[in-house]
Nanobody, 126 residues
């Protein structure tokens, strides 16, 4: 049974930091690209960051570049999203996504089954 379980969300003041984790099981984690999406109320789901299966390539949406860092530990079947200098516009439900893929020329190419976590809420407010 495939599982993606996010944790680490919560309430933080503007300028603060959070570290999201996504623990994976039920599939060969080290062969899957991993991505973090977010969805704010009334908005479409947005790709925030991605990392290739070996961790050799990463991508970020422009609005989080320099503030967020995606990483993975294939020995622990876990992907992380370190979020620094959080802003109110970062407030959303953050979702972990797994799918086989490659990142080349600024674009993602994916194939095969796709898995999603249940999401974790990030609230940025003073």
């Amino acid at each position: 049974q495939v599982k993606l379980v996010e944790s680490g969300g919560g309430l933080v003041q503007p300028g603060g930091s959070l570290r999201l984790s996504c623990a994976a099981s039920g599939f060969t984690f080290s062969t899957y690209a991993m991505r973090w999406y977010r969805q704010a109320p009334g908005k479409e789901r947005e790709l925030v960051a991605g990392i290739t299966s070996a961790g050799s390539s990463t991508s970020y949406v422009d609005s989080v570049k320099g503030r967020f860092t995606i990483s993975r530990d294939n020995a622990k079947n876990t992907v992380y999203l370190q979020m620094n200098n959080l802003k109110p516009e970062d407030m959303a439900v953050y979702y972990c996504n797994a799918r086989r893929g490659a990142y080349s020329g600024g674009a993602w190419y994916h194939w095969g089954d796709e898995y999603w976590g249940q999401g974790t809420q990030v609230t940025v407010s003073s």
